[in-house]
């Protein structure tokens, strides 16, 4: 199996700043060894400006906050400037016969994966693993921060005009998504998910993610009716108590032992086009565990989509 890993070191539209230092800690600690070590053939490559795409002096947001209304934090032209690079990848390496698995600060790098996978004529669905619903809009969020839109602009609740004349991305059918572990939401957000097509699978539904669970049964109906998925993992869709990997880290997430599972439940029931790891801020990582974890985590999703890949591992 051949592996394009493409680091793409921004959040918030700021350059190696929190979790967007992620991307490259983790490259760092090894991560193209570990994939190595399963057999890959890996290829680094990153998506990088060289500085702040919109450059605020007070720097990104502080810690505990996440304010939209900053000038140059998480701004949509931000965002979709570097998701326009990372389009391109995505479907260069789909070209190449290469699997785009990407590092990245934040959830709207998903934004690019999935127009990338759509230029190849995909039909995507999302599996994606986050504490957080990334679910709001610009009418229902609290903060404005554009990266909890990320989820709802892919399935076109907003910013659809954006991300269509800028990404070429159509939008995702909601019955073509599966959230799992997400449990810090806002009121609104809430009710938005509710009001959806959007499949829901929480860390703590009994079964949820064992073979014949709730989340082998959603990517079941969901294996119908696409090519295969794009699989999202924002590294806080573990619990808080496993390892603080952000500061929005929450009580309540999966084990790492179980999202492993989850992942490789995922890759067990339909093909994974493309997938990210997301969110990880090494400033708040004592001690190194989500490191750790995140470097399992990223085997996890190799081995999966290795599951359904037309080549022999």
Known sequence: MKVRLIEMPYAMGFHASGMGAGPRRFLEGGADGCLRCLGAVVRVERIETGRSLEADPR????????????????????????????????????????????????????????????????????????????????ETSPSGWFDGMALAAATGRCWREETRTGLGLEAIDERDVVLAGARALDPLERTSLEDSGVTRVTALEPGGIRPGGALEAALAALAGRVDGVYLHVDLDALDAGEA?????????????????????????????????????????????????AGLRVLQAITRAAGARDRRPW
């Open 59 to 138: 720097g990104p947001a502080p810690q505990g906050r996440r304010d939209g209304n900053m000038p140059g934090a998480g701004t949509p032209a931000s965002a979709l400037a570097l998701d326009a690079m990372l389009a391109g990848r995505v479907r260069e390496a789909g070209v190449n016969g290469e699997f785009p698995l990407v590092l990245a600060g934040d959830c709207n790098s998903a934004l690019g994966t999935l127009a990338g996978l759509q230029a190849q004529g995909h039909r995507v669905g999302i599996v994606w693993f986050d504490a957080h619903g990334d679910f709001n809009t610009p």
């Open 244 to 292: 603080v990997v952000n500061r929005y880290s929450a009580p309540g997430g999966f084990t790492l032992q179980e999202l492993e599972s989850a992942i490789a439940v995922t890759g067990g029931s339909i093909r994974i086009l493309s997938a990210a790891l997301t969110a990880y801020d090494p400033s708040v990582d004592i001690g190194g565990r989500g490191l750790a």
